[in-house]
């Protein structure tokens, strides 16, 4: 079942800081996002922020599924609802950016109609204060990626 997370309930930092390790900047854009669960018997097992930019724009900012439960399309599921979610607005643009060495990522975002638009240099070495490693490589580009609804 995916649902809008009350204010109320506590947020899955678990999941949350696997996608984003940088807390402070998780907590900011929390206070002005909406947050999707996937849940099944009581349990969180994927979570997606979704976060008005614009009037035009919105961004993807977190996307995370339970290490237990990868590949089982939870974090499918939780995009497809989410943009479902969005105002019905002539040229509404969402972005979503991600490592560039997250190759599974890409190409999920990708494979729902996302085009990459441009990659940033050394933006997690250079924006983050610990060094982020992914199947063991250093995370150092960022990839922002972007459709139109």
């Not at 899955?12 to 669960?37: C, F, I």
């Not at 237990?68 to 943009?83: E, V, Y």
């Not at 109609?113 to 490693?133: A, M, Q, S």
Request: no cysteine; net charge negative; charged share 25%.
């Amino acid at each position: 079942m995916i649902r809008e997370l009350n204010k109320t309930e506590d947020y899955p930092w678990k999941l949350l800081l696997n996608a984003d390790p940088n807390q402070s900047l998780v907590e900011d854009y929390l206070k002005r996002g909406q947050v999707y669960v996937y849940e099944e018997q009581e349990n969180i097992l994927g979570v997606v922020v979704l976060m008005e930019r614009s009037k035009n724009q919105y961004e993807v900012m977190n996307v995370s599924t339970d290490e237990n439960h990868l590949r089982k399309g939870i974090a499918r599921a939780l995009l497809q609802h989410a943009l479902t979610q969005l105002p019905k607005n002539e040229h509404l643009e969402v972005l979503v950016k991600t490592g560039d060495i997250s190759i599974e990522a890409v190409k999920l975002y990708q494979s729902l109609g996302f085009e990459i638009l441009e990659t940033v240099k050394d933006y997690f070495v250079e924006n983050y204060p610990e060094p982020i490693y992914e199947h063991g490589e250093l995370l150092r580009n960022q990839v922002i990626m972007h459709m139109f609804l």
